[in-house]
């Protein structure tokens, strides 16, 4: 045997019994601790299973509905408790892409309200969490998705649950502990978080940032001034005989897209305000100008949600109220996904940041214009995709899904003003009128 052919022995020895170890090391189980991968993220684990709560039993949010009866009707109508069924989540937890247990973190994130825990991934890999049975499982629990305990209940040191509140001095039938800070921070585990999963996997999340770069502009300093909006009501049903104090509505009313069409009557009642007001029109020449401002939104506007966006329409009417020209312009981000996720453009108005839209005249026929501004959650063309991708979602939600449209609200008219130049009149459409329109709206 010469030389060679014992070194090239050698060699196929050594790639074949490297190959062997690798593949050895992919097939032999490797778990690796969730927070060793993820270290500090709030959303790489559950909140810790909560036992029942002297006084009340599960921790579930309809039990404490019997007596804090009014934030629970609230509640109901969120966002919120509609974070599981939400159909468009539905579609996307439908995906093989989406790393199901990851999503559910936020989306549901008490330990009672999961069959299965994932403590390890195995290699690392946030595609093979290992899942394990949960024997506290509670399926009531889990249809309540953000529920009350996501905020209020959690497990003190000899593992006896309890509730947190902001106040004192009340009289609860249940453990009570005193920590405001942490009861009004909790929105930022979830509403103020950027990471990059993979290269077409992003969380974008800034709210909790957008508000601190505003600060300076409000009096309101935390999520809590705006979207628990104060009422003085006694905490409880008055069969229980306690006080009027400052409570706080419990229906987390945002950008005024419900999940369901039915909630749209409850937008006002829960306290929505749309965050852009109308400054004021003005004739200059051939051009009419609109000033509008973010007013009321301690954020940016939009803010969350990379696809949400404000669409402008000016559309131009001639004397018989014939339409006869449209122009639009569209407020918010702009990402490409793929190859790779990234932002290219940004043109979301600031807290308190006043623009101007100037539009020709379009003809001598032109005699008003009128703003429209809708809020939009989900494009048609991102709903036709939606539609096509899903498969395998519960039977439940898959039939709606097919159904997109006719099912879940996709935006919302928020604005409308018309301006005769000529004449100097300005119509406002109130609120209330645009949200019974908005019942009946359907898609983009
Ligand atoms: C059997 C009735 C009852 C049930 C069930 C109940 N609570 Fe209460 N809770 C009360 C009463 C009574 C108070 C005190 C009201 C007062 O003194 O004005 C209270 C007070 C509170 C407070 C305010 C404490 C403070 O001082 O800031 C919070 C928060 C709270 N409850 C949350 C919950 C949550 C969450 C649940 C369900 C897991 C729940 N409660 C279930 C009766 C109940
Ligand atoms: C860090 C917490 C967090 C994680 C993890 C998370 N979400 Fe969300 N999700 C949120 C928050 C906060 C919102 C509300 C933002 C908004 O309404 O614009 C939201 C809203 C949504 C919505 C509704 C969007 C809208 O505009 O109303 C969908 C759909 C969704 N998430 C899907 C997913 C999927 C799929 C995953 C897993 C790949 C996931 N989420 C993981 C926090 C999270
Ligand atoms: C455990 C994660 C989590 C926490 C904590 C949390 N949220 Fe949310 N929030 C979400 C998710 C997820 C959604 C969207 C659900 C969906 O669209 O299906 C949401 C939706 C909202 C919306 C509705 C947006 C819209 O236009 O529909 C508002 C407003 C909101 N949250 C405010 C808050 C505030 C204020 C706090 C703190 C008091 C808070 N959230 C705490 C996860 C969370
Ligand atoms: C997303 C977080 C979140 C969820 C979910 C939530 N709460 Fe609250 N809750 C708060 C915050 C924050 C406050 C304190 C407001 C303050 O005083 O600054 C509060 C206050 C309260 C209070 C004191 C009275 C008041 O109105 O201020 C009670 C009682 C209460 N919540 C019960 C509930 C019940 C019952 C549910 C479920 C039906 C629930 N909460 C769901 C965040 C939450
Ligand atoms: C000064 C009042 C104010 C403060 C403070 C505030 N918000 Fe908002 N928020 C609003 C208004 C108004 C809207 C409705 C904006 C619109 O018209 O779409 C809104 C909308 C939202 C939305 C829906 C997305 C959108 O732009 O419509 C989410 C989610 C949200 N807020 C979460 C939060 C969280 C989390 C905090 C705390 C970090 C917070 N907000 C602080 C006033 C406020």
Redesign the pocket.
């Known amino acids: 045997m010469n030389r060679f052919k014992i070194v090239s022995i050698f060699l196929s020895v050594s790639v074949l019994s490297a190959f062997i170890v690798f593949i050895g090391q992919k097939l032999i189980p490797n778990p690796v601790p969730v927070e060793q991968v993820f270290p500090g993220k709030v959303w790489a684990k559950t909140v810790t299973q909560l036992p029942d709560l002297q006084g009340v039993g599960a921790p579930r949010a309809e039990n404490c509905g019997k007596c804090h009866e009014e934030i629970y009707k609230e509640w109901k109508t969120s966002t919120h408790s509609q974070a599981l069924s939400d159909l468009q989540f539905q579609a996307e937890l439908s995906k093989t892409s989406s790393p199901k247990w990851i999503c559910l973190n936020c989306h549901i994130p008490v330990q009672n309200q999961r069959e299965n825990i994932v403590l390890n991934l195995n290699h690392g890999d946030y595609f093979q969490p290992i899942e394990i049975p949960n024997p506290g499982f509670d399926p009531i629990m889990q249809k309540e998705a953000i529920t009350c305990a996501t905020c209020h209940v959690r497990v003190d040191g000899k593992g006896a649950s309890y509730v947190i509140g902001a106040n004192g001095n009340t009289s609860p039938p249940h453990p009570v502990k005193i920590d405001a800070e942490a009861l009004r921070n909790r929105?930022?585990d979830c509403?103020?978080e950027t990471y990059e999963l993979n290269a077409s996997l992003v969380c974008s999340f800034q709210?909790?940032g957008e508000?601190k770069e505003a600060s300076k502009h409000?009096s309101?300093k935390?999520?809590v001034?705006?979207?628990l909006p104060s009422v003085q009501r006694s905490f409880v049903i008055p069969s229980l005989n306690k006080p009027k104090r400052n409570a706080h509505k419990h229906a987390f009313i945002?950008?005024?897209v419900p999940k369901k069409f039915e909630l749209y009557k409850e937008q006002i009642p829960g306290g929505y305000?749309?965050?852009?007001a109308l400054v004021g029109w003005e004739w200059k020449d051939s051009d009419i100008i609109v000033t509008i401002q973010n007013q009321?939104?301690?954020?940016y506007?939009?803010?969350?949600d990379p696809e949400?966006h404000l669409k402008l329409e000016l559309v131009w009417f001639d004397k018989d109220g014939k339409e006869i020209a449209k122009d639009k312009i569209r407020y918010g981000q702009d990402w490409e996904w793929s190859p790779k996720a990234r932002k290219v453009a940004d043109n979301r108005l600031k807290p308190k940041e006043i623009r101007d839209w100037k539009a020709k005249i379009p003809n001598a026929e032109a005699v008003s214009v009128t703003l429209r501004v809708y809020?939009v959650r989900l494009t048609n063309s991102t709903s036709d995709y939606v539609k096509k991708y899903t498969t395998g979602a519960p039977k439940e939600y898959e039939d709606k899904i097919k159904e997109l449209k006719k099912h879940y609200p996709h935006s919302s008219l928020?604005l409308e003003s018309k301006y005769s130049w000529k004449t100097k009149k300005v119509l406002n459409t109130s609120l209330p009128d645009l949200f019974k329109l908005n019942e009946s709206r359907r898609g983009e």
């Open positions: 929105c930022y509403h103020n709210t909790g508000l409000f309101e935390t999520c001034n705006c979207h945002g950008g005024g305000k749309p965050g852009i009321n939104a301690g954020h506007l939009p803010s969350a949400r809020h928020v």
